[in-house]
């Protein structure tokens, strides 16, 4: 599981979540990430406090990473304000409703229907793509460069793809490629990211 941890109250941890990094753990401590191509950005975010590592020195950046942990870290890499926002059906007793819920309220996230939010699903390209466009308040554009496999993109992630690729937060593969619903990995996140603060 991932490395944030959402509570209430100081000192107590979800049992299905590891205990993170100790805030004042430096990113470049970090032994997973020396030499990676998302080095320079995971210290950003790490630095910002907005993400963490876990607790065996690793950030794992090839690990792919959640919808609610994409959402938590968007609410705190962008100092989100909290908000009481919709409580999904499947969010209620996770630990990470309330950022889903700030974010839901911020209009940055959106359920796959009213009552469902998959906050356990590994969180797609295209849905990493059009939820980084709304935190970064980024009017879409509907011209973005044309990947080789731009017909798979969601007819509601184009728009946002585009947005994103054109403001060059976020890119495509060597091959052309987009891989719209391709996982994302902790490393793209964190890319995208500060590419977009």
Known sequence: KFAIIATEKPGVID???PQP???DKKAIDLKDIQGHWAEKTIKELVASGAVSGYPDGTF????TITRAEFSTILVKAFNLETKTGKVFNDTAGHWAKDNIATAQAHGIVS???DTTFGPNDNITREQMAVMIVKAAKLSESA???TFADSSQISTWAQKAVATA???QIINGYPDNTFKPKA???RAEAATVIVKAL
Do not use: L, R
């Not at 794992?60 to 690990?63: L, R, S, V």
């Open 21 to 23: 990094v100790e805030k």
């Open 60 to 63: 794992q950046p090839n690990k």
């Open 165 to 167: 690729s054109e403001n």
């Open 143 to 145: 011209a973005g460069k």
């Open 15 to 17: 049992k299905e979540q």
């Open 111 to 113: 359920g796959y229907s």
């Open 183 to 185: 996982s994302a990995t």
